[in-house]
């Protein structure tokens, strides 16, 4: 089944439910913000307190980072991870032939807005598989004349039992930059919390665990090379807008990126395909 329905908080969504699994899908930065295996909980986390509001990201599932990563960097205050997640996709396509995968695919096309933002053509498409597994693609290409630079990413939130509980595995001896204090370090040994994490890993490659309470969800990417693993912890938590005190403790996000020194530069006519696979 795929149905487009609406939310509460007045966002569209698409709806798909197969043999396998269900997921949620906003038209709003084709925003995948629940995932659930049949028999399961969701594997995503959303925020409680989220709003599901045209022009305001969902804080929670999987927004898209794009087409830059992280802050803006050309001081012209352009929105931090730049402007997908709060931009309204097509939905183009679907294919439920099999009743244990469904595949849909959404698209994003330059306008007046994102010119003012970002003054290239491109096509931006989104090609998820709701299986046993959850697979995203993200696939860019340069409609433009000029050759143009991409960071992105997919910043997965994983529901966890508790912060506390978890190790992030596959990061081990991995270079990062620790965006708290933008130094250069080395992962020493597996990923445990107990404060503030937003680091960027580098030279990334092969499958990413995250283990809780014995239960094991599997990553892995292609088309990067870079791992952001982000936990705001409490004062951040405070801070930030759709969370509240101990929101923190009930997520992780490991963002499948292109990001830093891991950025993409494609020429007229390129493609640059960014893809996740959760189990
Ligand atoms: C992470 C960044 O990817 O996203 C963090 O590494 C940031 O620094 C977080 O706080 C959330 O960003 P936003 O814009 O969704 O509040």
């Known amino acids: 089944m795929v149905e487009t329905k609406k939310h509460s908080g007045s966002l569209e969504y698409i709806y798909i439910k197969n043999e396998s699994a269900s997921a949620k899908v906003a038209l709003q930065g084709a925003h995948i913000f629940s995932y659930v295996r049949s ?17 305001k990201a969902i804080r929670g599932g999987v927004p898209i980072c794009w087409p830059w990563f992280g802050q803006d960097r050309s001081g012209e205050g352009r929105p931090q991870h730049g402007f997908a997640r709060t931009s309204m996709f097509e939905f183009v396509s679907k294919d439920e032939s099999d009743p244990y995968t469904t595949k849909i695919t959404l698209k994003l096309k330059p306008s007046d807005e994102t010119r003012k933002l ?22 860019t290409t340069n409609l433009d004349e000029r050759a143009f630079e991409l960071t992105q990413a997919l910043h997965t939130y994983f529901d966890v039992s508790d ?40 030279e990334v490659e092969g499958e990413i665990s995250l283990i809780d309470n014995g239960k094991i969800i599997s990553i892995k990417n292609d088309g990067s090379s870079s791992v952001v693993v982000w936990n705001p912890w409490i004062d951040k938590c405070r801070r930030m807008s759709a969370m509240k005190e101990d929101t923190y403790r009930g997520f992780v996000c490991i963002e499948s990126a292109n990001a830093f020194d891991d950025l993409i530069l494609l020429k007229p006519g390129e493609t640059h395909t960014l893809k996740a696979v959760i189990s």
């Open 118 to 139: 970002w003054p290239y053509s491109f096509e931006l498409m989104l090609h998820i598989t709701v299986s046993d597994k959850l697979s995203m693609e993200l696939s």
């Open 39 to 55: 028999g399961e909980d969701d594997l995503l986390w959303v925020s409680e307190v989220s709003d599901f509001e045209h022009k």
């Open 163 to 202: 912060i506390s509980n978890i190790q992030i595995k596959g990061l081990e001896s991995k270079p990062y930059l620790d965006a708290l204090s933008w130094d250069n370090k080395t992962q020493n040994g597996v990923i445990t919390f107990a404060g503030e994490v937003d680091r960027v890993y580098q």
